[in-house]
């Protein structure tokens, strides 16, 4: 005689089945959503160290002050990121500091010495990410040290100045010297250059306003000034548009110097408003260039004056120490009708040094006889704008694209993989 189970224990036995699948599939759903945050809370991470490290090497520039500004950069950068599920705060457990922003030399080895350094490394873990599998787990198992609750992921990254495909030039154009060729057509390092306000009247040796995308219109010049163009590649043509005093609004919040509407937290400056112009800058002797840059102080020259690297180390205003517009005036001997006020010098919050960008060292496109772009060059702005227009003067620091950074101090952005254009920050690790 045969026994059959009976169709209550086969039900007990299949009850029992289910409750093992649905515990065993319990247990991969929440593997993956282990799993799942820590891959997310990498890749943040991985986006937050990537900023930094370009940021970092953008300011790699071969000055005393690179290495300080490169930390404070990538710090910034880094840190405006949000990590551990999009937390502004990374759930509190610590955002990026100096000692995690290091820098190597040509040959990849670790340096503290700014003339040195070529590469930006950014290095971050993230302790204390909540596993909610191992949670359980070490709840249902009574193991905890074998089922931690929390979890740590770290990430890495390497950046330095490569020659660029595209660049985002400011808009202007730069004429050759008579005679003048590559690399840097005629131009002296520290010489002082002409920016022509009357349209297209830039004549060799001269700098004229122009438009990027080769249109005549000045609110386009407005607009790439605010730095919105990163497409301008060798061979682009260039506009010469008529220009308006609009213009003089986005040029000036690069010195901190604003209108009632603006700010710097919305139109961020340099890290220094300083200015030079023959009133504190005195022309030296006859064939020797300003220099205002790196040099030293010219004989007449204001006992505050100093060159432009020290005031921006010290986050000078267009005043210096000071935050009047009456006191930028009476340094520069320029009008500034119509402007209100200044960025805060030094390390008052609301200023140069909390709002800073490299924003005064630009590049700038030189250009052929049809106006074609044939190349880059590296200026500083010294000067803001006066109201009612007039010329101003850039000081020429060298060819945008020479590689060693004592050549040329100039960084900008756009799409890199070039081959000798100029020098944006690119990830290489």
């Known amino acids: ?16 089945t289910v409750a093992l699948f649905l515990l065993f599939l319990l247990g991969f759903m929440g593997i993956a959503l282990d799993f799942g945050r820590l891959f997310v809370a990498r890749t943040e991470l991985q986006t937050a160290v990537d900023s930094c490290a370009l940021a970092a090497a953008n300011e790699l520039n071969g000055e005393s002050t690179a290495i300080n500004r490169a930390r404070s950069a990538g710090q910034t950068a880094g840190n405006a990121n949000n990590v551990n599920l999009q937390s502004a705060t990374w759930s509190g457990q610590g955002k990026l500091i100096a000692a995690d922003i290091t820098f190597r030399d040509a040959s990849y080895a670790v340096t503290t010495a700014p003339a040195s350094a070529r ?7 993230q302790p204390n990410i909540q596993i909610w599998l191992m949670k359980a787990m070490g709840a249902f198992s009574g193991d905890y040290a074998g089922n931690p609750s929390t979890r740590s992921v770290a990430a890495n990254a390497v950046a330095t100045r490569g020659s660029a495909q595209t660049t985002c030039p400011i808009p202007v154009l730069v004429k050759p010297k008579p005679g003048g060729t590559a690399p840097d057509y005629g131009f002296v390092r520290g010489e002082w250059v002409t920016l022509i306000r009357a349209q297209n009247a830039a004549t060799g040796g001269q700098i004229g306003w122009a438009n990027l995308n080769g249109t005549s219109s000045a609110d386009e010049t407005r607009d790439e000034l605010s730095g919105s163009d990163c497409e301008t590649r060798i061979g682009d043509p260039i506009g010469t548009p008529g220009v308006q005093a609009s213009i003089a609004e986005v040029w000036n919040e690069r010195f901190g110097i604003y209108k009632n509407s603006g700010s710097p937290s919305a139109g961020r400056p340099d890290y220094t408003g300083y200015a030079y112009t023959v009133t504190n800058w005195p022309p030296r002797a006859a064939g020797a260039v300003p220099n205002a840059y790196d040099g030293s102080p010219p004989t007449g020259a204001p006992a505050s004056a100093q060159n432009f690297v020290t005031k921006r180390a010290a986050y000078a205003s267009c005043d210096d120490t000071g935050a009047s517009l009456n006191g930028c005036e009476t340094r520069t001997g320029l009008s500034l009708n119509s402007f209100q006020k200044l960025a805060a010098p030094g390390n008052v919050a609301g200023g140069h040094k909390q709002y800073g960008m490299d924003r005064r060292i630009v590049t700038a496109p030189v250009v052929d006889g049809s106006s074609h772009v044939i190349d880059y060059l590296c200026f500083l702005m010294l000067q803001p704008l006066q109201i009612p227009m007039s010329d101003t003067q850039l000081e020429y620091l060298g060819n945008a694209g020479v590689v060693s950074p004592t050549s040329s101090p100039c960084t900008t952005s756009g799409l890199p993989g070039g081959s000798a254009g100029p020098l944006v920050p690119v990830l290489v690790r």
């Open 1 to 16: 005689m045969r026994a059959h189970s009976s169709p209550r224990r086969q039900r007990g036995a299949m009850i029992i």
């Open 119 to 125: 590469y930006a490394q950014c290095t971050h873990t």
